[in-house]
C-alpha cells in the first residue's frame, strides 16, 4: 500500500491555545504516490476576535468567518482525514501541537501520527538556502505561493516543497543516504521514514554514480575540476571607443555614459601603474565598470588583478552574477577564482572522523547531515555557503581547515584538499575575487595566500579604514576566553585536555609536567579570567553607575592617564597572573604536540584528526596570549584601548579592545607602497566633491593620484524630495523623553501619509528602542508592522525581507542599516533620518583622534566628525533610490541640518534635489501628493 501523506498548514488568531488562541483557516493537501490528490481548505469561526495584527499579516477579516464552520462541525472529518497519513507541515510542532488540542477539546483523544517537518527536512535537502521561511524557500524553488500566510496557498506550497526534497533525496548517492538514513533517528520529526523507504528502494536498483561526483573513503563529493590553461589565449585589446563597447555589448546591456568612463579610468590606471579614487554614485553599474576593464588588462598583460569587496555576500554576488554575465558577453575565455581565509575551507579529515562519533546533540547531527548533502554540490568546500544554526557554528569550528599539524602528505584527504585546490585555483586565475580582512590579513602576516599581485580593485572602499582597524586590532572577550578554556577542560571534563591526557597514556608517552599540575593550572586560570573580567566591569559599572539606566551597554576608554594610576596596579598584576598561566599551558600543549610527533608513534586516522583538531585549537589559543600581553601588558601609544559590555550582564558581557589609531600608515607603509595600481572604488568617498577626508583617513598624498567622480545617471530631482519639519526641539547634547515624544509623534504622522513603507535610521540603539517602545505603546499604529533592529529579533537580511512583506511596515535601524541595505522599488517610499549621524564624541576612536587632531594644531569637528558624519548621511540617503523607476521622500528630523553653518556641508554632499521647510502639518499633503 503506497503511503498516505497529509500536509496541514493553519492560520490561528496567535500562538498559544491554551491562552484562549483558535483556529481561524485550515487547510490539508493529500498526496499518495508521490502526487497531490486532493486538498480541502475551511474558514473556521473562532467565537473571537481576529488581532488587528493577524488580520493585516493573513488578510482573513472577522466577517470572512463570522458564517464559517465551528472547529467542533468539522472535527470528524479532519480525524477521518488524518487516520492512517503521516502528518506533514512547515514547523511541525506548531500545527501539530495546536491540531492535537483542538481536535482533544472534540472529544478525539488517540491522536498519535508519524510526522515530518518540511522546515527541518529543506535544511537537510537545502543546506545553502539563505532562509527556511516558507514564502523564501518558495522564492528560491520559483514556485507559485499566491497568497502566502493564507492556509490554503501555504498548504500547497508546503506540499509541493515537500515532493521536492523527496526527489532530491532519491537523486542522492547510496552512501550518502546511509549515512542520513543512520543519523535520521535524532532528529525531532520522524523524517527516518522517509529516508528508510527511499534507501530501500535504492538499494533495490542501484543505480551508477553520478559522473561529476566520486566516493572518497566512504564519502561521496564533487570531482575537483582543474579548468585547463589556455595558453594559446587570444590576446584580447581594450575596447578604448563607445562604439566597441557599445559592439561589444551587442544591445544586451545599455551601457551608460558614466559607466564607460569608469572602465576607462580603471584600464587607465593600470595601465599607467598608477592609484585612482572614483567614486561612482547610485545607478552607475559601478560593478561592471570595473570588472571589465579588470579582465582584458590582466588577460592581455598576463597579470592577475585582484577584486577585493567589504563583505562576503558581495564577493558571492560577484562570482555568481556578474561574472556569469561577462562570461556570455566576452570573446576571449578567462578564469575567475574566490579566495577567502584558510579557516573558511573543511577539513576532510577532521569532518570524516567526526561521523565516527556517536553525537547526541541534535544541532551537531543536523548539521552534519547537512554537510554530507552540501559535499555532494560544492565545488568549493568553503563554509561559509552553508546555512547553520548556533549550535552548528560550534561544529563548524571543530572542523575548520587550520593547515596541518603532521606533514601535509600524512594527511590521507590530502589530494581532495579544497583549500589547497582553492589556492591552486587562484593561482591560475585572471580574476581573484577576496574580501578586505582577507587582503590585509595578507599584508599584516605576510601570509602570501593570495597569488603574487601588483593590480587591485577595493570596492565599497569607504569601509577600508574601518577593515583594516579591525583586522590590525585585537580583542579578548569573557565568553570567547570562557568557551576556549571549557572547550580544553580539566581531567575530570571530558573534553580536549583529558583526551589528550588519554591518548599519550595509551601510547606510553610521558610528557616532563605531570597531568593533575597541568590540571591545577587550567582550574586557576580559568578562576584568575573572572577576576580579570570582573575587575573591569567594575570600571564600567563605577564610572557609569549613574548614568546605568539611560544605557545599558557602555564604552569606557583607557587613556595612559588611566594606565598610570595606581586603582589601575590589581587589573595588571591580576592580567600577569593570567598571562602567566596561559603561558604554561601553551608551552605544555605545545610539548605534548612535540612529543607525540617525535616519538612517531602509530596513529589510527582518528587519533591523526584528534592532533590536528589539538593543533587547531593551540593556533587559537597561543593568540590569546599575544592578545593579553598588546592590550593589557605591552599598550603602545598609537593605539586606542577600550572597555565595552553591558551593564545588565557582566561580566558575561565584557570586552577589551585594542585598535591602530591610524592604520592609514600601516597601509601606506605596507600596501600602496607596494602595488602599482590600486584603484579604490564607492558611491560615497567624497566630502563636498573632495577626496581629501578619505585619502587623509588613508595617509595617501594627492599628486600622481588620479580622481573622478562620476555622477548618478538617475534624474533625482524627479525622483526624490527633502523634507525638514520646523516644529521639532532643536537638538542639543543628550536626549530627553519629549524630544523622543517629538520624534515618535512626527513618525506616527508621516506613517499615516506614506502608509508605512519607511526605513527610519537612528545614530544610537538606546534612541531607536525608546522611541519604538512609545510608539508601540501609543496604538497609534496598530494595524502596522513594526520592526525594530535588536527588538523584532533575526539579522539584517531577515528583518529586511519581512518589512519588504508586508504593506504596512515601518522599520527601525541604526548603525549597519544605514548601509548595503537594498530595499528597490514601492517597498520603500519613505526615509526618515532622525539625526545627523555624527559619532558620539565618547567613542573611543573618536575621542582619540580628536585629542590628536587637537595637539596638533587642528579642527577636530571639521577634519573629522563633520566628514565622517557626511559620508555616513550620503550612505543612508542612497537607502531609498535604487533603481531608475524608485521615487520617494527624504525626512530629516535634526534641524541642525538647516540652523547651523555646518548644515549645508551635508546638502551640498548629495544629489541637488528640491527641498521643502516648514511645520509637519503644512509638509504632510506635499508628501502624500509627491507619493
Not at 34 to 39: A, E, L, S
Request: with cysteine; aromatic share 10%; glycine share 4%.
Amino acid at each position: 500500500m503506497t503511503r498516505k501523506y497529509v500536509v496541514v498548514d493553519l492560520e490561528t488568531t496567535g500562538n498559544a491555545h491554551d491562552r484562549g488562541d483558535r483556529i481561524i483557516q485550515l487547510s490539508a493537501v493529500v498526496i499518495q504516490n508521490r502526487q497531490i490528490v486532493d486538498q480541502y481548505t475551511t474558514f473556521i469561526n473562532p467565537g473571537i476576535p481576529i488581532p488587528a495584527f493577524i488580520q493585516e499579516l493573513t488578510g482573513i477579516q472577522d466577517e470572512m468567518v463570522q458564517d464559517a464552520p465551528e472547529f467542533n462541525d468539522i472535527a470528524p472529518k479532519i480525524n477521518d482525514l488524518l487516520q492512517d497519513s503521516i502528518f506533514v507541515a512547515h514547523n511541525v510542532i506548531f500545527d501539530l501541537g495546536f491540531l492535537r488540542n483542538e481536535l482533544k477539546k472534540a472529544g478525539y483523544n488517540q491522536i498519535g501520527f508519524d510526522s515530518v517537518d518540511t522546515v527541518e527536512f529543506a535544511k537537510i535537502l537545502l543546506p545553502t538556502a539563505q532562509s527556511y521561511k516558507l514564502s523564501e524557500l518558495a522564492e528560491y524553488l520559483q514556485l507559485k505561493h499566491e497568497n502566502p500566510h493564507q492556509a490554503d496557498s501555504d498548504a500547497l506550497v508546503t506540499a509541493e516543497l515537500f515532493l521536492i526534497l523527496l526527489e532530491r533525496t532519491k537523486t542522492l548517492p547510496l552512501i550518502t543516504l546511509e549515512k542520513l538514513t543512520d543519523m535520521a533517528y535524532s532528529l525531532k520529526s520522524d523524517l527516518y521514514i522517509l529516508f528508510e523507504s527511499i534507501l530501500k528502494e535504492k538499494r533495490k536498483n542501484i543505480d551508477n554514480l553520478q559522473e561529476d561526483l566520486e566516493v572518497f573513503r566512504g564519502i561521496a563529493l564533487k570531482k575537483k575540476v582543474i579548468p585547463e590553461s589556455n595558453k594559446d589565449k587570444i590576446i584580447p585589446s581594450f575596447p578604448k571607443s563607445k562604439e566597441e563597447k557599445n559592439q561589444l555589448f551587442s544591445k544586451r546591456i545599455n551601457l551608460r555614459h558614466g559607466q564607460m568612463e569608469m572602465m576607462d579610468t580603471v584600464y587607465g590606471s593600470f595601465e599607467m601603474n598608477q592609484h585612482a579614487v572614483i567614486e561612482a554614485g547610485t545607478g552607475t553599474g559601478k560593478t561592471l565598470g570595473y570588472l571589465l576593464p579588470s579582465l582584458y588588462f590582466a588577460v592581455s598583460k598576463g597579470q592577475p588583478v585582484i577584486i577585493s569587496t567589504y563583505t562576503i555576500q558581495m564577493q558571492n554576488q560577484i562570482l555568481n552574477n556578474e561574472i556569469v554575465r561577462l562570461t556570455q558577453l566576452i570573446p576571449f575565455s578567462f578564469q575567475t577564482s574566490i579566495l577567502k581565509g584558510r579557516s573558511n575551507y573543511i577539513n576532510m579529515l577532521k569532518f570524516e572522523q567526526s561521523l565516527y562519533e556517536k553525537d547526541p546533540q541534535y544541532d551537531t547531527v543536523m548539521t552534519k547531515m547537512q554537510f554530507l548533502v552540501w559535499l555532494v554540490h560544492t565545488e568549493t568546500g568553503d563554509m561559509d555557503e552553508l546555512n547553520v544554526s548556533s549550535g552548528g557554528r560550534l561544529f563548524k569550528q571543530r572542523i575548520k581547515h587550520d593547515g596541518w599539524f603532521f606533514q601535509k602528505e600524512k594527511d590521507p584527504w590530502i589530494s581532495h584538499d579544497f583549500y589547497m585546490h582553492a589556492r591552486n585555483l587562484a593561482a591560475n586565475a585572471d580574476l581573484v575575487i577576496t574580501n578586505h580582512s582577507m587582503l590585509l590579513a595578507d599584508i599584516e602576516n605576510d601570509q602570501n595566500i593570495l597569488p603574487d599581485y601588483h593590480y587591485v580593485v577595493i570596492d565599497e572602499a569607504h569601509n577600508l579604514e574601518k577593515a583594516a582597524r579591525n583586522c590590525f586590532g585585537k580583542k579578548l572577550e569573557y565568553n570567547t576566553l570562557k568557551f576556549r578554556i571549557g572547550r580544553l577542560g580539566t581531567l575530570e571534563k571530558n573534553q580536549l585536555f583529558s583526551k589528550i591526557e588519554n591518548l599519550l597514556q595509551k601510547k606510553g608517552l610521558t610528557p616532563s609536567f605531570h597531568a593533575f599540575e597541568l590540571d591545577q593550572v587550567i582550574s586557576q586560570l580559568d578562576l584568575e579570567i573572572d577576576d580579570l573580567f570582573v575587575m573591569l566591569g567594575k570600571k564600567i559599572s563605577h564610572l557609569y553607575g549613574r548614568r546605568a539606566n539611560k544605557n545599558t551597554k557602555q564604552q569606557l576608554r583607557i587613556t595612559n592617564e588611566m594606565m598610570s594610576d595606581r586603582k589601575w596596579l590589581p587589573l595588571v598584576i591580576c592580567a600577569e597572573r593570567v598571562y602567566d598561566f596561559h603561558r604554561t599551558i601553551s608551552r605544555e600543549l605545545e610539548d605534548r604536540l612535540a612529543l607525540v610527533k617525535r616519538e612517531d608513534k602509530k596513529l589510527t586516522e582518528g587519533e591523526q584528526a584528534f592532533f590536528e583538531e589539538i593543533n587547531s585549537f593551540l593556533r587559537d589559543w597561543i593568540q590569546i596570549g599575544e592578545k593579553i600581553q598588546q592590550i593589557l601588558l605591552k599598550p603602545t601609544d598609537h593605539h586606542v584601548t577600550w572597555i565595552e559590555g553591558d551593564i545588565r550582564a557582566l561580566p558575561n558581557s565584557i570586552g577589551i579592545y585594542v585598535q591602530p589609531l591610524n592604520p592609514g600608515n600601516d597601509l601606506a607603509k605596507n600596501f600602496f607602497k607596494h602595488k602599482k595600481s590600486v584603484v579604490m572604488t564607492s558611491a560615497t568617498l567624497t566630502v563636498k566633491h573632495s577626496f581629501n577626508f578619505f585619502l587623509n583617513e588613508l595617509n595617501l598624498r594627492q599628486e600622481g593620484l588620479l580622481e573622478r567622480v562620476i555622477s548618478s545617471p538617475f534624474d533625482y530631482k524627479d525622483m526624490v524630495k527633502l523634507m525638514i519639519p520646523s516644529d521639532l526641539p532643536e537638538v542639543r547634547g543628550t536626549v530627553n523623553d519629549n524630544y523622543i515624544e517629538a520624534i515618535a509623534s512626527h513618525i506616527i504622522a508621516i506613517a499615516d501619509v506614506t502608509d508605512g513603507r519607511m526605513l527610519v535610521l537612528f545614530t544610537s540603539y538606546d534612541m531607536l528602542r525608546k522611541t519604538y517602545q512609545l510608539i508601540k505603546d501609543s496604538f497609534a499604529l496598530e494595524d502596522f508592522v513594526l520592526l525594530a533592529q535588536g527588538i523584532s529579533g533575526g539579522s539584517r537580511t531577515r528583518l529586511t525581507r519581512n518589512f519588504q512583506q508586508f504593506n504596512k511596515s515601518i522599520l527601525f535601524g541604526t548603525s549597519s542599516f544605514w548601509e548595503g541595505v537594498d530595499i528597490p522599488g514601492k517597498d520603500l517610499s519613505c526615509l526618515v533620518i532622525v539625526r545627523l549621524p555624527f559619532s558620539p564624541p565618547d567613542e573611543p576612536i573618536s575621542a582619540a583622534k580628536y585629542e590628536l587632531l587637537k595637539n596638533n594644531g587642528k579642527n577636530p569637528f571639521s577634519e573629522f566628525a563633520l566628514p565622517e558624519a557626511v559620508i555616513r548621511f550620503k550612505q543612508g540617503f542612497g537607502r531609498l533610490i535604487r533603481t531608475e523607476t524608485d521615487r520617494g521622500v527624504v525626512i530629516v528630523l535634526d534641524r541642525r541640518i538647516e540652523t547651523t553653518s555646518y548644515g549645508k556641508t551635508f546638502l551640498q554632499s548629495i544629489p541637488h534635489i528640491s527641498i521643502e521647510r516648514g511645520p509637519l502639518n503644512n509638509l504632510l499633503p506635499v508628501i502624500e501628493k509627491w507619493l
